[in-house]
């Protein structure tokens, strides 16, 4: 995250983060590291619908990099198969997800913030 914010020449305070308060999420450990730093952490109710389209492109990633005829042979070569399919990632499929967000508000609204086919 750090390298992120370096990168896009922003300070902590400009930072807002968010997770899904997965129970790994709330263990002790991350809890007091979300504390010690200076961003903003979002509230976020658990079991919420999730909104976040970053998670429909892990979901594509993870398609491609079960294509691969071998596994891995270490963290190494994940990181850098992680890193090229990343990359391959045509930018329609973001502008997809992000144009697909007024719908899913409404399909979540429509759902009472229960479970959507989203």
Sequence with gaps: MKNTI????????D??????????????????????QEFGVLEWPAGSPDLNPIEHLWA?????????????????DLWEREQEEWEKIPSEVCSNLI?????RVKAVIRAKGQWTRY
Excluded: A, C, I
């Excluded at 930072?15 to 010690?36: G, I």
């Excluded at 990633?61 to 190494?76: A, D």
């Excluded at 144009?99 to 719908?103: A, G, H, L, Q």
């Design 6 to 13: 370096d990168f896009y020449k922003l300070t902590p305070s």
């Design 15 to 36: 930072v807002m983060f968010q997770h899904d308060n997965d129970p790994k999420h709330l263990s002790r450990v991350v809890q007091q590291w979300l504390q010690e």
């Design 99 to 103: 144009d697909s967000m007024p719908r």
């Design 60 to 76: 594509h990633l993870k398609r491609e990099l079960v294509k691969h005829e071998t596994p891995p042979t270490g963290m190494v």
